[in-house]
């Protein structure tokens, strides 16, 4: 069959023999004779119809030769060099469409390669369409809402009849958790502990060495670890003898199991904007009494569908325990539904995406919008080239194939640059760890991402080259080679084509810049929420805790508050075991001792174990006394709550001073704290409860906050010689400015406001470049006529203020119907608005002051131009 089709492709390009030719055509001759003679006729007057039919034979040889596909590629090859020349005779035009297309196409490559990994390819799991995410139907609570316990697990592995395999990780991971040991300074590291069938369920095979094993997730048993891509990389220098290996993490041996494929990232997929370097075997026998602390994630068997899990975990849920040792725990869990996890990974900003994808589409059109006004004009002065060569012979299908072998060219070689504008675009954008896009980290030019370039060359051909081909070849040419000039009425024609596409540019310019502002000024909102606390002039930095256990740890705890607050430049320091917008924790919500509650009169408590200091450092505006060192284990517990948990609780009075029962301990309340945005900034405040340190609540990490006006790169390294005084195993951790973890929440909303306002500005250039271009053109083509009318009486204010106005009607033609579309486009985008109504005043008024005021800048240079005309210099040289 490869032969074969080689075979039929070389005919394609293998000059045909003449004497084969010759041979072929007597044959058909001779068979023609034949059948004549046959049907009757003699010999001679067969003959003769024979050759009336078939005509010379010198013709029949150029016909056949005609037909055969090499010479298609031999005009094509024509075309490509003509092309190339006249490209090369006007490189200042040639230069300029292909900037423009190279600009045009690489926003859309690099947009649609981010599209493409975040929504369109499959996750790097075996396969991905089988596997759920397993969640509450109905959501809140943080990580404790949203995970389940070990018992909770080991039912729904064993009960469920949808799922071949059940597994999840350890959901309350935070980063740097680990440090990696054995060397002068220990170095943090991010471990993530998984079940031990994780890459069983999910159908990832290590890169190098075995996944973990059953025994591995016994309790005790010897600690394990897989080894992510990069950090063996990285660390280890891709060492093909890693596997069996072991390392010193927290001062104990970790033995190297395997490596992780290139292609699976866990950060990426279920963190993104994380970094995770090892995955351990997690024991769910170590961590049964600890709560709900795994996620669950499913593989369906082959035929079922996820709104059959969904309908089975409605129903399986409720009946789970939360602990088999508390009988009344059964029922704690409400439904659960199960997600594609494509869905889970990547759904939250399926909208945003697809907006940005119309955004680079709308530049595209634009760019497409200029290039047909470049042609139109560039063709003008191409007419007589056009007139002489319809005279010689040619014919209209042959010169507009001509025009789009130009205009292919320009695609091709626009093509050739976008793609490396997209390739930079790209790799900058994957490189962005801070931003919590999933994926972003295995954003790449790919194959798919080659082919939708190849595509686009196509569209953008056709789009920008064959109206103008159209409109030019359409007229008479033979009269255009008698009155082909400056203002002809071809030329007056072709200007309002050009006009037309200038108001759509305009109006494609107005929905972009509209879209733009609504994003940007929601962006704007979202900064402007009042967080309950200010991350300005504070800095965090995560502190290694020693072993120590009592009154011990409570002496390492006060003594590093105070080594630290010496430090000069530190206004106040504090310490809590989890920050705003990072891990946090749910606990059951404090109540009024003897006061029977609804199931739905209070809310899942997030729960912050803090030592004095934190509430003041953290910039909270507290009300009533804060946790002091007085606050121990013997004397009377007290807590702090959140505005909302106070109110809910005390609708008629202070909160401040009255009792409460707290995991079943009575505490006073001894002050109330602003509503502080737990898990993302745009969310609601749900209950909020800190404790001290000191009474033995169980905190589980020490964040250190610092407030202070110095930096934090200039404090760092002082706290960092601190901190190693008092613990010498204290990691090389970094000391990070509060505000990193707003910016980190915001990222995603920061990331498409920006990207589309930058597609905005980019539209708003190519369109002031349009309306620059026409009126200039206009403005040439009428030199003659202005001139004419300046000798008749018309003063140079008349001509400036004439152009001006037809540049000004313009653009308002343009800005009222993209004022029209941009009004539907903002319904669509509503629920991506924070605090901006889609009729948003202010930004549909801003974009019309912008619109005319490029319009006005784009059209009083070529209309000064105008006004300068001499009369006489421009009757004499036209």
Known sequence: MIHELFTRLGFLFRRRPANDLDEELRTHMEQSIESKIASGMSPEEARRQAGIEFGSMEAAREQTADAHPRSWFGILGQDLRFGLRSLKRDRGFAIVSILILA?????????????????????????????????????????????????????????????TGVTGYFAFSAPNNMKLTGQSVPQPITGIG???????????????????????????????????????????????????????VDNAPLTIVGVLPQAFDFGATFSPGSRVDVLTAFSLDEGREWGNIVTLIARMKPGVTA???????????????????????????????????????????????????????????????NLSNLLLGRAATRSKEFSVRFALGASRSRLIRQLLTESALLSLFGAIFGIALAEGIVQWLAHQGSVALPLLS??????????????????????????????????????????????????????????????????????????????????????????????????TITVDRPNLKGEERYAFYRNLVHEVSTIPGIQSVGFSDNLPLARNRTWGAPGIKGVKYGPSERMPTFVYVISPGYLPTMGMHLRGRDISWNDTKTSELVIVLNEKAARALFPNGDAVDHMVVMSGKDVRIVGVVPDVHETDVEASSAWQVYLPVTQDWGENGVELVVRSTLPADTLGPTIMQTLRKLN????????????????????????????????????????C?????????????????????????????????GIIGRTLQLAAIGIIVGSIASFIVAQGISAMLYGTQPTDATTFTATLILLLTVALLAGYLPARRASQIDPMAALRTQ
């Open 728 to 767: 010498p195993g204290q990691p090389a951790m970094q000391l990070r400015p509060l505000q990193e973890f707003v910016d980190h929440s915001t990222s995603p909303r920061r990331f498409f406001a920006i990207l589309v306002a930058a597609f905005a500005g980019t539209g708003l250039i190519l369109a």
């Open 307 to 369: 709104q059959q899990a969904s309908a089975e975990a409605a129903t399986l849920f409720p009946q789970l325990y939360w602990g088999k040792r508390y009988p009344d725990t059964k029922g704690n869990y409400g439904p659960a539904v199960a997600i594609p996890m494509k869905e889970h990974v990547a759904g939250q900003i399926r909208r945003s995406l697809y907006l940005l994808w119309a955004a680079v589409a709308m530049i595209l059109l634009i760019v497409c919008v």
């Open 103 to 163: 600009l045009g196409i690489g926003a859309n490559v690099a947009v649609f390669s981010l599209v493409n990994t975040i929504l369109l390819r499959p996750l790097p799991f075996q396969d991905p369409d089988r596997v759920v995410w397993l969640q509450p139907a109905k959501t809140g609570g943080g990580l404790s809402g949203s995970t389940y316990s070990s018992d909770a697990y080991d039912d729904v592995a064993a009960m469920n009849r949808s799922f």
């Open 442 to 539: 295995e954003l790449r030019v790919d194959t798919a991402s080659l082919l939708w370039t190849l595509l686009l060359a196509i569209v953008v051909t056709i789009l920008f080259g064959i109206m103008p081909s159209l409109r030019i070849t359409g007229g008479d040419l033979q009269s255009q080679l008698k009155d082909s000039g400056p203002g002809t009425s071809e030329g007056r024609s072709h200007e309002r084509l050009r006009n037309a596409l200038v108001v759509s540019e305009i109006a494609l310019a107005c929905v972009l810049i509209v879209s733009a502002g609504l994003l940007l000024r929601s962006f704007l909102r979202v900064l402007d929420i009042d967080l309950g606390y200010q991350p300005t002039q504070a800095s």
């Open 194 to 248: 998984v079940l031990t069938n994780f890459m069983d369920v999910l159908g990832i095979k290590p890169e190098l060495g075995r996944g973990f094993l059953n025994e591995d997730g016994r309790k005790n048993a010897p600690p394990v670890a897989l080894l992510s891509h990069a950090f063996w990389k990285t660390h280890f220098h891709s060492d093909p003898n890693i596997v069996g290996k072991s390392i010193s």
């Open 769 to 801: 470049l349009g309306i620059y271009g026409v009126i200039s053109y206009s403005v040439t083509r009428k030199t003659q006529e202005i001139g004419i009318r300046m000798a008749l009486g018309a003063s140079r204010d008349v001509v400036l203020r």
